[in-house]
C-alpha cells in the first residue's frame, strides 16, 4: 500500500484559516488516527485528503503521485461518513456493491467480493435488508462494507462510530479492531474521542486548533507528552492541574502552591535549574490513577477531603479539592471511603508532570 504525505497543508475559509501547514506522513499499512476536540481540523484534513474539501496550498502525496488537483475517484481512496450515507432503497448487498456495479465489474467478481466482505463483517445473514431495516451498528458495519469492496489502496473514516451508543461504540471498537487484523490497508480514522483513539490506533495524531500538537503511538501520548494540552485531552479521567511555584531547597526542588507542596522526580534537577533561571511559576499534572492509598518510596503524602465518591464497578472516582480546584482520583472501590473523610494519599515523584507556565511545553530530563 502506497504511504500517504501531506506537505505544508493549509485551509483557509475567505480570511479564515483552520489548518495550518501541516506536514505529516501516513505510512504503509498503518492505522493512524486524527484526534482532538470540535473544530481542531482534523475532518477539513481528511476531506482534503479525500478530495471533498479543496486545498489552499500545500501538496498532498500517495505515493509518488500529486493528488491535490484529482477528483476523489481519482485517488484510490474509500471513505466511511459519520452518517452512513447508504442508499434507502437499495438492500445490504447493492449498497455493498455500488461501487463496483458503476465500475462494471462482472457479476461474479461483484458476487465474490460481496461474500468476502459480508462475511468479514458479519453481514452475511443481513444482505437482503434494507437500511431502514438495520441497527446502527449493523448499518455502520454495511457503511464499512461498501467501502473495503472497493479494494481502494486507503480507507478513511470520519467519525463512524459518534452516532452509537455506548454500549454499540465498545462492539464497533472490538468489530474494527478485528478487521483491521483482516485487511492490508492504510487507515486514517478521525475521531474526538480519546478512548477510540487509544484502542484503535497504531499512531494518533493530536489536533488542537489547525495545528498538530503531537503524534506517536498511544504509550508515547499518554506517558509522555510534549504540552499541558495533550497531557490534559489524553486519558480519562483527564490529567489533574495545579498552579505552583517551583523551589529549590538545598539543590532538591518542590512545587509549591495554597494547600500542597510536592517535591519533585530528582531525575528533572538540570531541568528544573535552567527553567527556574527564567521563571518561578509552573504548572503541575497528575493522573487520577497515580494516587496510592499505601505508603510508597520516593512518594509524596498528601491528605485530601473525600468530597464526592462515584462508585464505577471494580474502580471508582473520588472528587476532592486542593485550594478549591477540584481534582479527580482513581481508586479501588475495595477500599473507597465515605463522603467526608479525610485520606492521606501518596503521589510519586515519578508520576508529577511539569509544565512551563509560559510556553505550556512540557519539562523532562535532559537526559
Do not use: W
Not at 484559516?17 to 505529516?24: A, C, I, K, M, N
Not at 472528587?319 to 471511603?337: A, K, M, T, W, Y
Not at 508520576?351 to 523532562?364: C, G, M, R
Amino acid at each position: 500500500m502506497p504511504q500517504i504525505r501531506i506537505q505544508n497543508l493549509v485551509k483557509r475559509y475567505d480570511h479564515v484559516e483552520v489548518v495550518h501547514g501541516l506536514d505529516l506522513t501516513f505510512d504503509d499499512n498503518e492505522f493512524t488516527v486524527l484526534v482532538g476536540p470540535s473544530g481542531c481540523g482534523k475532518s477539513t484534513t481528511l476531506r482534503m485528503i479525500a478530495g471533498l474539501e479543496d486545498v489552499t496550498s500545500g501538496g498532498i502525496y500517495i505515493g509518488d503521485r500529486e493528488v491535490s488537483s484529482l477528483e476523489p475517484r481519482d485517488r484510490d481512496l474509500a471513505m466511511v461518513f459519520q452518517d452512513y450515507a447508504l442508499y434507502p432503497h437499495m438492500n445490504v448487498e447493492k449498497n455493498i456493491s455500488f461501487a463496483l456495479r458503476l465500475a462494471k465489474v462482472n457479476k461474479e467478481d461483484i458476487a465474490k467480493k460481496v461474500k468476502e466482505v459480508s462475511e468479514m463483517l458479519g453481514l452475511e445473514h443481513l444482505l437482503h435488508r434494507k437500511p431502514g431495516e438495520l441497527s446502527g451498528g449493523q448499518r455502520q458495519r454495511v457503511a464499512m462494507g461498501r467501502a473495503l469492496a472497493r479494494d481502494a489502496s486507503t480507507l478513511l473514516m470520519d467519525e463512524p462510530l459518534s452516532n452509537l451508543d455506548a454500549k454499540l461504540r465498545a462492539q464497533m471498537r472490538a468489530e474494527l479492531i478485528l478487521m483491521r487484523k483482516k485487511v492490508n490497508k492504510n487507515i486514517i480514522y478521525v475521531t474526538h474521542d480519546q478512548i477510540e483513539a487509544m484502542t484503535l490506533g497504531d499512531r494518533i495524531v493530536v489536533m488542537n486548533d489547525g495545528y498538530v500538537q503531537q503524534h506517536g503511538t498511544p504509550e508515547e501520548l499518554f506517558c509522555r507528552p510534549v504540552n499541558k494540552f495533550v497531557a490534559g485531552f489524553m486519558g480519562s479521567p483527564s490529567m489533574n492541574f495545579l498552579e505552583g511555584e517551583l523551589i529549590n531547597t538545598d539543590g532538591e526542588f518542590f512545587v509549591e502552591g495554597e494547600g500542597f507542596s510536592l517535591k519533585t522526580d530528582p531525575a528533572l534537577t538540570a531541568s528544573l535549574t535552567n527553567l527556574l533561571q527564567a521563571s518561578s511559576s509552573i504548572h503541575v499534572g497528575f493522573r487520577p490513577s497515580a494516587f496510592s492509598t499505601e505508603s510508597i518510596p520516593d512518594s509524596n503524602p498528601i491528605s485530601l477531603p473525600v468530597l464526592v465518591t462515584e462508585y464505577c464497578g471494580s474502580q471508582s472516582i473520588i472528587v476532592s479539592e486542593i485550594n478549591g480546584q477540584r481534582i479527580s482520583i482513581e481508586i479501588d472501590s475495595e477500599f473507597l471511603p465515605k463522603q467526608g473523610e479525610n485520606i492521606t494519599f501518596y503521589l510519586k515523584y515519578t508520576d508529577i508532570y511539569l509544565f512551563d507556565s509560559k510556553t505550556e511545553k512540557a519539562v523532562y530530563s535532559n537526559a
